[in-house]
């Protein structure tokens, strides 16, 4: 089976040969097709590949290609992680936003805006390729924003492209933890829109253990998401919000903390994968223990301004181990060996969430077997939670078209209607701002 990843010089993508070295069983990948258009990051992550493969008998073959036509004739399933305008469009992102007193990180607020109106374009294109040069491949998307690009692509693909997110799974488990039960076997009520989701529920053996930690304030202070929002107003929530929800629900004392930051979030990963590149690119180095010390750095700072904010501490040492590449190879094999599985996913929504439409790609928890991921059906969500899904899905649409008529109307609007941007006028100095820095943003008249 060969798997096509877009993207293929990414930080990232050794997680996910890595999870494809443990999978041993029958129907599994044995070929990886490696595609960027950076020729100097593919070598270093090949390199880092090969070193994960030494002695590892029947390791997954690695190629690399820079021409996409190339890459996915012939693939099976295609792993899209592209990252338009690199991480110095992220650090541009942030640095435009913050300017104008506003958030900007990548996926949520002027940032994400900025970063989907750079990405829907490139997404759509590979979306027509993957529809032309192999009709049958599944496309599992990581690229963000991540609803927003699956929502992109769906237009050409239907239901064979899926979005993945490793926060939800992540959630899921830390709730599971602490309430002392199995991760893998309990049930995670979870409904929302990628990055803007909360648990509602955690059954076991048919039982709603939720409550249980709803109404104890020890417990709700033992995991992250707990001192993240407080216990407080989880217990007002009567729900344990996605992480990227503090961005909401405590934007003043987010901003404020992003803004005296050292430097921003992506600036932060542009430099330091700089380095790690270059490390990489030395032959007297060992590509992977300079990944290895580089993704340990990257996951232990990950939010950290969050936390500073809400004083939450440091991460816990389970959560440093990334997930996004275990969703992704359930996934695969749910599909390509017919194994049932319930996995929370970006898909579209057909009739989950009453208040959406059909084709609007929600994240929810899905029955996924041999002919695709099926939504599961959910309970509503509380007039709060609904009027911000429908308030961000609203942008998402302006996003998109924006994107296929290079509307620049329809591109402020997706920033005046965004609820963590409070003025038509700075949404207006926002896209000024953006096509200043961004010369991906011509397209925009």
């Given at each position: 089976m060969?798997?096509?990843?877009?993207?293929g010089?990414?930080?990232?993508?050794?997680?996910?040969?890595?999870?494809?070295?443990a999978?041993?069983?029958?129907?599994?990948?044995?070929?990886?097709?490696?595609?960027?258009?950076?020729?100097?990051?593919?070598?270093?992550?090949?390199?880092?590949?090969?070193?994960q493969?030494e002695?590892?008998p029947?390791?997954?073959e690695?190629?690399?290609?820079?021409?996409l036509?190339?890459?996915?004739?012939?693939?099976?399933?295609?792993?899209?992680?592209?990252?338009?305008?690199?991480?110095?469009?992220?650090?541009?992102?942030?640095?435009?936003?913050?300017?104008?007193?506003?958030?900007?990180?990548?996926?949520?607020?002027a940032?994400?805006?900025?970063?989907?109106?750079r990405?829907?374009?490139?997404?759509?294109?590979?979306?027509?390729?993957?529809?032309?040069?192999?009709?049958?491949?599944?496309?599992?998307?990581?690229?963000?924003?991540?609803?927003?690009?699956?929502?992109a692509?769906?237009?050409?693909?239907?239901d064979r492209?899926i979005?993945?997110?490793?926060?939800?799974?992540?959630l899921?488990?830390?709730?599971a933890?602490?309430?002392?039960?199995?991760p893998?076997?309990?049930?995670?009520?979870?409904v929302?829109?990628?990055?803007?989701?909360?648990?509602?529920?955690?059954r076991?053996g048919?039982?709603?253990?939720?409550?249980?930690?709803?109404?104890?304030p020890?417990l709700?202070g033992s995991?992250?998401?707990?001192?993240?929002?407080?216990a407080?107003?989880?217990?007002?929530?009567?729900a344990?919000p996605?992480?990227?929800?503090h961005?909401y629900?405590?934007?003043?004392?987010?901003?404020?903390?992003?803004?005296?930051?050292?430097?921003?979030?992506?600036?932060?990963?542009?430099?330091?994968?700089?380095?790690f590149?270059?490390?990489?690119?030395?032959?007297?180095?060992?590509?992977?223990?300079?990944?290895?010390?580089?993704?340990?750095?990257?996951e232990?700072?990950?939010?950290?301004?969050n936390?500073?904010?809400?004083?939450?501490?440091?991460?816990?040492?389970?959560?440093?181990?990334?997930?996004?590449?275990?969703?992704?190879?359930?996934?695969m094999?749910?599909?390509?060996?017919?194994?049932?599985?319930?996995?929370i996913l970006n898909?579209?929504?057909r009739?989950?969430?009453?208040?959406?439409?059909?084709?609007?790609v929600?994240?929810v928890?899905c029955?996924?077997?041999?002919?695709?991921?099926?939504?599961?059906?959910?309970?509503p969500?509380?007039?709060?939670?609904?009027?911000?899904?429908?308030?961000?899905?609203?942008?998402?649409r302006?996003?998109?078209?924006?994107?296929?008529?290079?509307?620049?109307?329809?591109?402020?609007?997706?920033?005046?209607?965004?609820?963590?941007?409070?003025s038509?006028?700075?949404?207006r100095r926002?896209?000024?701002?953006?096509?200043?820095?961004?010369?991906?943003?011509?397209?925009?008249?």
């Amino acid at each position: 089976m060969r798997l096509t990843i877009l993207g293929g010089g990414g930080f990232r993508v050794p997680l996910v040969y890595g999870a494809l070295l443990a999978d041993r069983a029958e129907g599994r990948v044995t070929e990886v097709v490696l595609h960027d258009l950076d020729d100097r990051r593919l070598r270093a992550v090949t390199r880092v590949l090969a070193e994960q493969a030494e002695g590892v008998p029947g390791a997954p073959e690695v190629s690399a290609t820079t021409d996409l036509d190339t890459a996915l004739r012939g693939a099976d399933f295609v792993f899209s992680a592209i990252r338009v305008g690199g991480l110095q469009g992220r650090a541009d992102d942030e640095r435009v936003a913050l300017a104008q007193g506003v958030l900007g990180q990548e996926t949520v607020g002027a940032g994400g805006i900025a970063y989907g109106l750079r990405t829907v374009p490139v997404a759509d294109g590979i979306a027509r390729r993957v529809a032309r040069l192999a009709p049958d491949a599944w496309v599992i998307n990581f690229t963000n924003p991540a609803g927003l690009v699956t929502e992109a692509m769906s237009r050409h693909l239907g239901d064979r492209v899926i979005g993945i997110c490793d926060s939800p799974v992540g959630l899921g488990r830390r709730v599971a933890r602490v309430l002392g039960a199995d991760p893998d076997t309990a049930f995670v009520d979870y409904v929302g829109l990628n990055h803007l989701g909360w648990l509602r529920g955690l059954r076991v053996g048919g039982r709603d253990e939720l409550p249980r930690l709803l109404g104890d304030p020890a417990l709700l202070g033992s995991f992250e998401e707990g001192r993240l929002f407080g216990a407080d107003w989880l217990r007002s929530l009567g729900a344990i919000p996605n992480e990227y929800l503090h961005y909401y629900y405590f934007n003043r004392e987010t901003v404020r903390a992003y803004q005296e930051a050292e430097q921003t979030r992506g600036a932060f990963l542009r430099d330091q994968q700089a380095r790690f590149y270059e490390r990489a690119g030395d032959p007297d180095v060992s590509a992977l223990r300079a990944w290895d010390r580089t993704r340990a750095e990257r996951e232990a700072t990950y939010m950290a301004e969050n936390r500073e904010s809400a004083g939450a501490g440091e991460r816990e040492a389970d959560d440093l181990s990334g997930g996004y590449e275990k969703v992704a190879l359930a996934l695969m094999r749910a599909i390509a060996r017919d194994e049932r599985a319930t996995l929370i996913l970006n898909v579209r929504n057909r009739s989950t969430l009453t208040a959406l439409d059909a084709d609007a790609v929600v994240e929810v928890p899905c029955l996924v077997d041999a002919s695709g991921a099926h939504p599961l059906a959910a309970a509503p969500l509380p007039g709060h939670a609904t009027g911000l899904v429908c308030t961000v899905k609203a942008v998402e649409r302006e996003v998109l078209a924006a994107a296929g008529s290079g509307s620049r109307a329809a591109a402020v609007a997706a920033f005046a209607l965004h609820p963590l941007v409070d003025s038509v006028t700075v949404a207006r100095r926002l896209l000024e701002g953006y096509t200043e820095v961004h010369p991906g943003l011509a397209y925009l008249r």
